[in-house]
């Protein structure tokens, strides 16, 4: 098992309440942080799993599942964030020639 950490960003969320945020955590077991900021709500997640799909589906499964009519719209990672950039670096260079 790896930890993997990653954030949900959502949708359905106008503001963090005691009760959105404690049934989150409920739902979640509590390896969470939920955040919002200008305007936008996400979870971080610290999550051991066997691979990184294995923990982001479960955790899309559990937010959404939780009867709280939230919803995710994107997944991100430092990972995913590092190769994109590493990408457009790359496609910059080939442009460039």
Known sequence: MTNHQFLLIL????????????????V???????NMCDGVA??????????????VTSAINQ???????VRVVRVETEAANTIAKINADLLGMVSGQ
């Open 11 to 26: 949708a359905g969320v106008a503001e963090i309440t005691p009760e959105l945020s404690d049934k989150l955590y409920e």
């Open 28 to 34: 979640t077991g509590g390896d969470i942080e939920f």
């Open 42 to 55: 996400f979870v971080e997640f610290d999550r051991t799993a066997s691979s990184l799909q294995n923990a």
């Open 63 to 69: 937010v959404e599942g939780s009867g709280l009519g």
